[in-house]
Every structure is written in structure tokens, then in C-alpha cells.
């Protein structure tokens, strides 16, 4: 698997330690809100995200990162690109804990993902979906470049689906 760096982020492959982070981030009411889903279950749920995230990398050669901020070493979120079986397309996604938000990790990490994500994969189309009164995320995928391109609603909720293609960026 592949680190990054940037400014203030290190982009980084999941680790058995990430664990008390991961479920820290992922059973914050509010983050769920915006990801959907349920919560981590505890250490045993986030043990299997982080397993899920490692078995993503190895079958497809890409996934999600953890990101770290480089000033304190926190597991701060993850960011990366997800496409299990089934799913329509090679998605980027960005989570940041919240205690983070509105500082422009998600825009750092993300945007850095997606520049690795054209020098490494192929395709020539990203998505990003996003709740459409998710007005944080739906202001970091246009920052990327992203543009809307589909509605939808999943389990009674709006989703926008917003994509970039190759030589957009």
C-alpha cells in the first residue's frame, strides 16, 4: 500500500492501532449523519471496517487511506476510493472527525487522494456521493473539480452523485 504526504496530512494505510480512532470517529452522531449507516459497533465493528479497508486495497490495489495530521499524529479521518462489487463507479470519499471540520483537511486529503488516483488507476471518471444537504462535502467536491450529475434516493434519503473525469483536475 501507498503513503502520502501533504502540507499538514500524512495519507497512510490502515493499521491495527487505528482502531480506538476509527470507532471514535465513526460512532460520532454527527459524522454518522452525514455518511449514513450505523454506527462501528464498538472495536469489534471498527476491527472489521479497518479489515474491510485493507481487503479493498489487496483486491482492487487502491481504497481508503487513514489520515493522520502530521502536527499531532492523530487519526484525524480517511479519505480514498472505494468501488466493492456492485457499486456504480470508483468512488472518492473523504470522513474527517469533527472535531476537525471546517479547516480544510478533507479538501488536503481528498485532493490528494484524487491526484494519485489518475497517476495510478484506471479510469477515467470519479464519483463522490454525497446527502444533498450536505453542503461541507458538496463544497469540498466542487473544490476537486466535481460536478453534479445525478439525484438519487437511497433508504429515504437524497443523494447527489458528483463526478470529475480525467483531464478535469
Do not use: C
Request: overall charge neutral; hydrophobic content about 45%; cysteine-free.
Amino acid at each position: 500500500m501507498v503513503t502520502l504526504k501533504t502540507e499538514r496530512l500524512l495519507l497512510r494505510p490502515v493499521m491495527a492501532d487505528d482502531v480506538d480512532a476509527f470507532v471514535a470517529i465513526h460512532e460520532d452522531p454527527e459524522v454518522l449523519r452525514w455518511i449514513g449507516g450505523h454506527p462501528t459497533s464498538g472495536r469489534t465493528g471498527a476491527w472489521r471496517m479497518l479489515a474491510m479497508i485493507s481487503g479493498h486495497w489487496n483486491l482492487r490495489g487502491y481504497g481508503p487511506w487513514a489520515v493522520v495530521e502530521r502536527a499531532t499524529n492523530d487519526v484525524i479521518g480517511r479519505v480514498g476510493l472505494w468501488n466493492p462489487e456492485g457499486w456504480p463507479g470508483i468512488e472518492l470519499g473523504w470522513v474527517v472527525r469533527q472535531s476537525r471540520w471546517r479547516q480544510g483537511f478533507a479538501t488536503e486529503a481528498a485532493r490528494a487522494a484524487l491526484r494519485w488516483a489518475w497517476d495510478h488507476v484506471e479510469t477515467d471518471h470519479i464519483i463522490s456521493m454525497i446527502r444533498a444537504d450536505n453542503v461541507r462535502s458538496i463544497r469540498v467536491a466542487e473544490k476537486l473539480g466535481e460536478r453534479r450529475e445525478l439525484s438519487s434516493v437511497e433508504d429515504g434519503v437524497e443523494v447527489l452523485t458528483y463526478g470529475i473525469r480525467r483531464g478535469d483536475t
